[in-house]
């Protein structure tokens, strides 16, 4: 379909790191793109309040979605921050077990990752463990040398500097209103900017909201018996390390439901932090919740459970991010949810539910198989 009747060739509707991959991949298709944004600046939400990690692919189960994304965009993401100088650093990680108990978790993550064909996973003993991370202490590990980290706002910034340099653009404070198919199968979008209400049409629509998606998913075009997942929402505060630490590596706990445990990152100046943790909440609020003390002392009883000499008062309120998750509390977790015209009956729409972890790390891989769904039939 060309564009000679729309206003537009493509739109996305969100403009978080998975937004702004998918209009880079657009743009740079030749296709003309617009990215429409509710907030006054890209990657408010999720894009901006993870970990910073690149994933190795080692959690999650053979052939899903998160897996087969993950292990790709881990590839095309440390080649493209290389290529567009956007800072990332390759630390690898360390999954420990402090118990014999833990100890059988951690084949089941490696029987996962072999599984996913993530091949370079060591199991490492105690003296091992001591040699890479000597105030870790665990009786068991995982080692993933291709885990890593990078600028998650710099990654963003490349895309849309990628978008705008094949002639697309970001409309921001725009917020949609309303969807619907018109005349020769066209989207049109009605949205909301400065006080004024507009309408552009456009030949393919993604529709990769993240948290938004709450509201933008019931207002998509349906046919049929087609029902949109619904999000349910889990909160994860952060805490920073006052001071410096001398890890050169990411440990991460055995994964807990809701999540993978109270884990340490570095960012990219070396500074340490550590979440998030899983509070489930029925709206969106991206306040730090540390009235009682009681958080702070869960995270510290977390933590020395793998760093024993975490000193005392050592830690300080960080930030905060919610994961758009499809399924419930006490529900095991789900795949991504990314839904094209085989699935909701409707032509060039790709709607993306449930887009947390590994999202960040998915989000090449996961632009270029929005794009290949949206020509599907």
């Known amino acids: 379909m060309t564009n000679r009747s729309a206003d537009i060739q493509t739109v996305i509707i969100g403009g978080g790191v ?86 059988g978790a951690l084949d089941a993550i490696a029987a996962k990752a072999k599984a996913n064909g993530v091949d370079d996973i060591r199991v490492l003993e105690k003296d091992d463990i001591h040699a890479l991370e000597p105030d870790v202490a665990a009786v068991k590990a995982l080692f993933s040398p291709s885990t890593g980290i990078i600028d998650s706002h710099g990654l963003m910034c490349a895309l849309e500097n990628d978008l705008i340099e094949c002639g697309g653009s970001v409309a921001l404070e725009t917020n949609v209103s309303k969807v619907s198919r018109g005349p020769n199968d066209l989207f049109e979008i009605e949205m909301t900017s400065g006080g004024e209400t507009t309408k552009v049409t456009a030949c393919n629509l993604y529709a990769a909201a993240g948290l938004g998606m709450a509201d933008i998913g019931p207002l998509l075009p349906r046919v049929g018996p087609y029902v949109p997942p619904t999000l349910h929402f889990a909160k994860g505060h952060y ?7 001398r890890f050169e590596h990411l440990v991460y706990p055995v994964p807990v439901e809701g999540g993978l445990g109270t884990h340490l990152t570095l960012d990219m100046q070396g500074g340490v932090r550590f979440g998030p943790d899983v509070q489930w909440v029925d709206r969106i609020d991206h306040a730090f919740d540390e009235r009682t003390g009681l958080r702070l002392a869960e995270f510290e009883r977390s933590i020395r459970r793998y760093w024993p ?56 891989a996961i632009a270029r198989h929005c794009v290949a769904l949206s020509r599907e039939h």
């Open 309 to 364: 000499g975490l000193p005392d008062n050592a830690l300080t309120p960080g930030y905060v991010g919610i994961r758009p998750k499809i399924s419930r509390q006490g529900e095991p977790a789900q795949d991504f949810a990314i839904h094209g015209p085989r699935t909701h009956g409707i032509p060039h729409l790709v709607a993306l539910y449930g887009i947390e972890s590994p999202g960040l790390t998915s989000s090449l």
């Open 18 to 103: 998975i937004g702004l991959a998918i209009a880079a991949e657009c743009a740079n298709a030749g296709q003309e793109t617009y990215v429409l944004e509710r907030h006054d600046a890209i990657g408010q939400e999720v894009s901006s309040r993870s970990s910073e990690v690149i994933h190795a692919g080692v959690y999650y189960p053979r052939q899903s979605l998160k897996a087969r994304m993950c292990v790709e965009g881990k590839h095309l993401l440390y080649d493209y921050a290389r290529r567009r100088s956007v800072p990332v650093r390759q630390l690898g990680k360390l999954v420990v077990a402090t118990s014999a108990a833990e100890a």
């Open 239 to 245: 805490f920073a390390l006052r001071g410096t630490a």
